[in-house]
């Protein structure tokens, strides 16, 4: 998932996020049908997007990917003629009374504080009671953790068809990009910057998903 180019990075997710549709089910649980202005963020080959395009046929959804390729991969998804994408960095993203901000699997990808400055930017995007819902990696609390983690991620990954070394390959940058980041200490920099509230609905090894309200 981290290294597959756009060509093959739809196949190769859905081999490679464990039980996806629990984790993307879940994002999606808070993206409602009566949202009119849906922003996302790292969007990939647009996994995720179609998902929304389903849920929220009405809406005005844009999407932001910094590479060319991905975003090109996208956009020839007929489900998705209708989403605005953009090739840029996320955190130069931009607008304002969004319902909804979305990213997954990417908030890893820009640095510690680079992301309290996109959070806060988030913030200030939304509208009153607009949400942003982030379902990322987060770094396990313990050692233990990492370790257990990490080995039923690569058997998950083995039995869905992955080489041993695709599987380790696969999550070998994994705790250098997430660094420090739990998801108690996202969730507190969402606090931090001024959520009203913040909840994680869903936690599984070092996936989760936290959703800020405004
Ligand atoms: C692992 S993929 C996740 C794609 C999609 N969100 C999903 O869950 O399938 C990470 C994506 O983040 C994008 N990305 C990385 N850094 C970025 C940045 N600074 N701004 C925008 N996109 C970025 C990459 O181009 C890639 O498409």
Known sequence: MFMAGAKDYDEIALK?????????????DFIFPEDKKILELACGTGILTEMIAGKCPGADISCVDSDGSMIEKAGEKPALSGVRFIEGDMR?????????????????????????????????????????ISGDMFVPGTEFEKELYKKNWIDLMLSNGLSLSEAENMIAPLDDFCGKNTIESFSSE????????VIV?????????VVGYK
């Open 190 to 197: 969402l606090k931090k910057a001024g959520f009203s509230r």
């Open 16 to 28: 490679c996020v464990p039980y996806h549709d629990a984790f993307f089910g879940t994002v999606l």
């Open 201 to 209: 609905p869903y936690r599984s090894g070092y996936y989760g998903v």
């Open 92 to 132: 130069d993203c931009s607008g304002s009374g969004y319902d909804a901000v979305v990213i997954t699997q990417a908030i890893f990808f820009i640095d510690d504080s680079d992301r309290k400055i996109l959070v806060a930017k988030i913030r200030d995007m939304l509208k009153e009671g607009g949400r942003f």
